[in-house]
């Protein structure tokens, strides 16, 4: 009997994706294994080199094992292509003007350019940027060519494409000064802007000359957009039209993402289909005509580029329409169009392009969302009956399936990203995406008109107006409910190698011989899971605590041997933000964080309660436990009763009460006493002694020298301690020495923001401290602060 052959995969059918993976590799081992530009070009001369060397002897002389060996060499010039490129993007020179005004951070400077970008900040004040042409310091003028971000504070209107100047301060761009929150630097850095300035007064603004060029027509489009719709719609079609999002509000965006709809509000494509489908339609038109092919290329590139420029040449666009074009000469051309082939030189182009395009959640989500739907969606269409595909609802059950598979197929990536999944998209998109293949066509079909008529622009804009009003609707209904929504945690490494093999396994499924393989490859990648959880289960586990930097204010959180996460205070509040939605949220979804089993509030000041009310909304918790003191503030008050309508138990502690909330710890207050001694919250904080092990932690929140004195004469043989979070934020008239003697704190803690208007730490208060001879940190100064115990050893833990 002759042996069946096994199966092999047909890689040979899909160079470009065999290509695109290796560079792709590359790019990824240039960001783990960093080196110099000039050592990687070195690596891939001499790789190329010596593939031209084995290709000319595989011209003298006919061998297999040549033949291999310039196979792979050609693969490593692939792969340090991929490496170079990359190492080459991240160390392009910044200018000799731009380091300049980065070493000169406040200084004062003189500016000149062009608005390229308008947006506003989180408190609601705009912020520009400009294509500076000359740039004045300490009376030297330079002429420059780069982009600056220019914080708005004046009162004065500016447009987009506007040539402005202005007087201004150099602000030092902000790093991440905690874990898990958003890096302002690298942002900016990856859109080539390297410096921050503060427009203090305005020397002139002038419309710009340039009439035909991408800032003006965007400009022009983005009017006629707010003319055609009105103020609530206005930002929403700016987004689903043009890719402009600078004027969706952070809880609009945060809408459409727990409604399933946030892939309409970033163009990409979904929307480049949309405008050539009537392109597609006159294709045969094109077959008939002498050289009509060539001439409807160049036809759909002309479209393509122009809509690219109205969206701003975004990332999404210009990845669409690399694949709506090879998509299109294959058709006209009679080429080869397989569709996942052409996805890989697609996603090549656009890395040879911008290799760091690889790490941007766009391009992992858009190139992986269309692989899956041409894996997956063959294989399910196959098993709906015909009758269901051919009757007037068959679009819809489509638009359902695509939306369910597509979202089965992202789970770890939209896990891993946002930490939400939203559990209405599926009839979200069903109700609103078909639609879309009217609106969009007309929509931008009504801002051409527009230019000559605005009102007959209008009138045939009107229907999107109202789709729009109704689609807002939905998504601020649905986004409200608990069900529509809900927290995921961060998936593990393997759970994505688990991910891709059943992908490719049901992607697979009416082939058996390669289906069976990656099932197995399947279970493996469960079993590696289920290890990696044995080994966790089994490592010894430590008291990690960690001390945000808060500003002026005080946040810190303990995740427990046993899993348990305690937070003492919750940070400050500002105007428009606050210490709970910007630190701490971003925290608990990074480490799958999904619940806090106690909010310790030493005391009802804002610094320290700041981010309650955003804590509350956005992750469960058990108790909350407070000092009992009664305070006359708004925020005081609606947290209260926001507990209440939450059913959030609240707890006024008294010193000498014991805490059970984990076995391996004993956590004690030592303050407040119960009584009402003066009018200071301050001096009615709750105190916290826990002890873990050997080692012992005290937070003191505002405790002053009055409440010092009570805990010394109460408490005296419980408070040598290993950890000190020292109280009030280093002021003068905390920490006094017969505390500290009786303390001795090995490490002490200093929550304070950099620039306050109360000049803490006050330098008695820091003099005390450096005389107990600890190890004394400043989140002003050190960042936010995390250490590790194993009930013997306190270690802190570097995190940037």
């Not at 400077?109 to 408190?123: D, Q, T």
């Not at 936010?784 to 115990?789: D, H, Q, R, T, V």
Request: charged content about 15%.
């Amino acid at each position: 009997m002759k042996k069946r052959s096994a199966y092999k995969f047909p890689f040979e059918q899909y160079p470009a994706v065999r290509v695109a993976l290796l560079f792709g590799i590359g790019i990824f081992l240039a960001k783990s294994m960093p080196l110099t530009p000039s050592f990687s070009i070195v690596i891939l001369c001499f790789f190329f080199i010596t593939y031209l060397i084995s290709e000319n002897i595989s011209l003298q002389r006919i061998s297999l094992l040549q033949t291999r060996i310039s196979t792979v060499i050609f693969l490593l010039v692939v792969l340090f292509s991929g490496f170079s490129l990359y190492t080459l993007r991240i160390n392009q020179p910044v200018s000799l003007v731009e380091q300049y005004i980065s070493v000169s951070e406040w200084d004062e400077i003189h500016i000149k350019g062009r608005v390229v970008s308008k947006s506003k900040n989180r408190s609601g004040k705009y912020r520009i940027d400009i294509k500076a042409s000359q740039v004045q310091m300490n009376s030297s003028k330079y002429s420059a060519k780069f982009i600056s971000r220019v914080l708005w504070d004046v009162n004065q209107t500016v447009e987009l494409g506007d040539e402005i100047e202005i007087k201004g301060t150099i602000i030092p761009i902000s790093e991440p000064r905690n874990p898990a929150t958003f890096d302002y630097k690298k942002f900016l850095a990856k859109r080539s802007i390297h410096s921050q300035i503060r427009a203090d007064s305005v020397l002139s603004i002038s419309t710009s000359d340039e009439l035909f060029d991408w800032i003006s027509i965007r400009k022009t489009a983005l009017n006629l957009v707010d003319k055609n719709f009105n103020d609530i719609t206005s930002p929403i079609a700016k987004a689903l039209l043009l890719g402009y999002k600078n004027e969706l509000e952070g809880d609009t965006r945060q809408a459409f993402a727990r409604a399933g709809l946030s892939h309409i509000m970033a163009v990409s494509g979904l929307h480049v289909g949309l405008v050539i489908a009537p392109f597609w339609l006159i294709i045969p038109f094109f077959w008939t005509r002498k050289h009509g092919t060539k001439i409807g290329l160049v036809f759909l590139i002309l479209i393509l580029v122009f809509y690219a420029g109205l969206t701003g040449f975004s990332a999404p666009v210009l990845r669409a329409s690399v694949m709506a074009v090879l998509l299109t000469y294959g058709k006209l051309f009679s080429k080869s169009s397989d569709s996942i082939n052409l996805m890989g030189i697609a996603a090549l182009v656009i890395l040879i392009f911008d290799p760091t395009q690889l790490f941007e959640v766009g391009f992992q989500l858009s190139f992986s969302a269309v692989l899956i739907i041409l894996l997956v969606l063959p294989v399910i269409q196959s098993k709906i009956p015909y009758w269901v595909r051919i009757k007037w609802y068959g679009t819809p059950v489509m638009v359902i399936i695509i939306s369910l598979v597509v979202q089965f197929g992202l789970y770890p990536l939209q896990a891993y990203y946002f930490g939400e999944i939203s559990i209405i998209s599926p009839i979200a998109n069903a109700l609103f995406v078909p639609f879309l293949g009217i609106i969009v066509p007309l929509s931008l079909l009504a801002l051409i008109v527009s230019l000559f008529s605005p009102l007959i622009g209008f009138q045939l804009n009107y229907p999107s107006l109202l789709f729009l009003e109704q689609l807002n609707n939905f998504v601020s209904f649905s986004s409200s409910l608990s069900l529509a929504w809900v927290q995921v945690q961060r998936p593990t490494n393997f759970i994505f190698l688990f991910w891709s093999f059943f992908i490719l396994m049901i992607g697979s499924w009416r082939n058996p011989a390669i289906k069976w393989k990656l099932m197995m490859c399947s279970l493996f990648a469960l079993v590696l899971i289920q290890g990696t959880q044995v080994i966790d289960f089994l490592r010894p586990k430590n008291l990690r605590v960690v001390v945000f930097d808060v500003g002026q204010g005080d946040a810190s959180l303990l995740q427990t041997p046993n899993g348990k996460n305690i937070l003492i205070d919750v940070g400050s509040w500002n105007p428009g933000s606050n210490s709970g939605k910007e630190v701490l949220l971003p925290y608990f979804k990074e480490n799958n964080i999904t619940k806090l089993d106690a909010v310790f509030l030493s005391h009802p000041h804002a610094d320290h309660i700041g981010g309650i009310i955003d804590l509350i909304n956005g992750i469960p918790i058990d108790t909350i436990y407070n000092s009992g003191y009664k305070y006359d503030s708004k925020l005081y008050q609606n947290y209260i009763q926001l507990a209440e309508k939450n059913k959030i138990p609240i707890i006024s502690l008294r010193s000498g009460m014991k805490l059970n909330l984990d076995p391996e710890l004993l956590i004690l207050a030592l303050g407040p006493e119960g009584s009402v001694f003066n009018n200071d919250p301050n001096q009615h904080s709750v105190i916290l002694n826990i002890i873990y092990g050997e080692n012992e932690f005290l937070f003191t929140g505002d405790a002053g020298e009055d409440q010092e004195k009570r805990v010394v004469e109460n408490y005296s043989d419980l408070l040598d301690t290993d950890f000190l979070k020292v109280g009030h934020h280093g002021s003068r008239t905390s920490s006094e020495l017969f505390f500290l003697e009786k303390v001795t704190p090995e490490i002490a803690v200093v929550s304070v923001a950099e620039k306050n208007r109360f000049n803490h730490p006050h330098p008695e208060a820091v003099k005390r401290l450096a005389s107990t001879k600890s190890e004394i940190y400043y989140t002003s100064r050190d960042k936010a602060l995390i250490f590790e115990s194993n009930g013997s050893i306190i270690s802190r833990i570097n995190w940037n």
